[in-house]
């Protein structure tokens, strides 16, 4: 019974020969663009599919820029993000970050502070190696190693002492932010021989003040720790005090 049910289909269409079994194929010239753009009127294949896109959705097929400049832009596909944007980079953000390190007496919106931006602190710390590298001292592996093992330290202190917590991309969001006194540091070691007595104490400690008061306000300010402040600045000093010191000598 399902044999006949399944298999015997040309009793249903009315064959009675061996030939017939009740198969039906569909002819098709699809593999000969030529036969197609004739039996179409000279509209090929492409010609086709922008007539198909235009009844589906209303416009024209979009041309798409095919360059490596429309991958930085929103020159490809519709509606596509920049690449930047993608990335996680927000310009915007990295700009108003600086400001606020750089005048850490301003009100502080903690807005900005929502992502882990970490493309300004990889930038300034590539930046601070490369002014040491500049002025005879290789301490890239210092400077990562000190910022990660910091970084890790200051992260788990922030979070035993705080209700909300913070993540550990946000804290070393911050710390490399803030770290941009230091730099300018580097930039005066290249000038200046820092290793000379009180010059080198008066030229660590005005950036390592700078770097732990403006560090301390947004930790302060993001994890509502007001009451505090001197309990987070005290190993946020310390860790900028490192960085001083692979700076200084």
Known sequence: MAHSVLFDQDQMYGGGGGHNDGLEFYQTQYANPAAVASSTGGVGVHGSADEFYASSYGTALPIVERSWLAAFGTGGFPNESPLMEELGINFQH????????????????????????????????????????????????????????????IWAILNLMSQGGIEVMRTASILGYCLLPIVFLGSIGLAIDLKSGQLAAIAALIPIAWCTYSSATMFVTVLSMSEQRLLVAYPIGLFYTSFALLTVF
């Not at 850490?104 to 930046?127: E, N, Q, W």
């Not at 001292?137 to 990660?148: A, E, M, R």
């Open 94 to 153: 990295i700009k108003s970050k600086t400001l606020a390190v750089l005048n850490p007496f301003k009100p502080i919106d903690t807005a900005i502070y929502d992502d882990a931006d970490m493309a300004g602190p990889l930038l300034f710390i590539l930046v601070l190696g490369t002014f040491l590298l500049l002025s005879g001292k290789s301490q890239f592996g210092y400077i990562y190693g000190v910022g990660l093992l910091g970084t890790v330290g």
